[in-house]
């Protein structure tokens, strides 16, 4: 266990208290900013603090149904309203507008780390070239990100 002696300095604008701990001292610790840390009080004048622990998590795989209401707008010959339905289905109208409606859930599943980033592969080709730790980022939603 690492140990450093250090005295709060005032901040001069604030009044805040400021415990200078250092970059080095926080890297040596596997400290980042944004940790949340834990001060215990030793009982003798003196402190301990550490890193909280973060709650065992899990990765969950949701696959949902993204819906959209398409309108188009298919000029045709008088007395053939039919034909814009053809144009539409072979794909060849102009989209009017759009509105997205929601998602649904279709399915949920508990994946291993494993999983995630073959299927992050498959998915996502562009990133294949990619680290893991760069597509944990990317891909998913961290608890933290959620807290």
Partial sequence: ?????VTLVEDED???LILPIGDEFMEAVGWEVGDTLEWINN?????????????ETELVLVECISQFRQRYMVEVPKGKAEWAMDT?????ADEFSQA????????HRIVSKEEML???DKDNDYAKAWNDEHKMKTFVTSWDKQK
């Fill in 88 to 92: 539409v289905t072979l794909n060849q």
């Fill in 14 to 16: 604030t009044g805040d």
């Fill in 100 to 107: 997205h409606l929601g998602e649904t859930i279709v399915s």
């Fill in 1 to 5: 266990m690492l140990s450093k002696t």
């Fill in 43 to 55: 009982n003798d004048g003196s402190f301990t603090l550490s890193k909280t622990k973060s709650e």
């Fill in 118 to 120: 073959a299927l992050c």
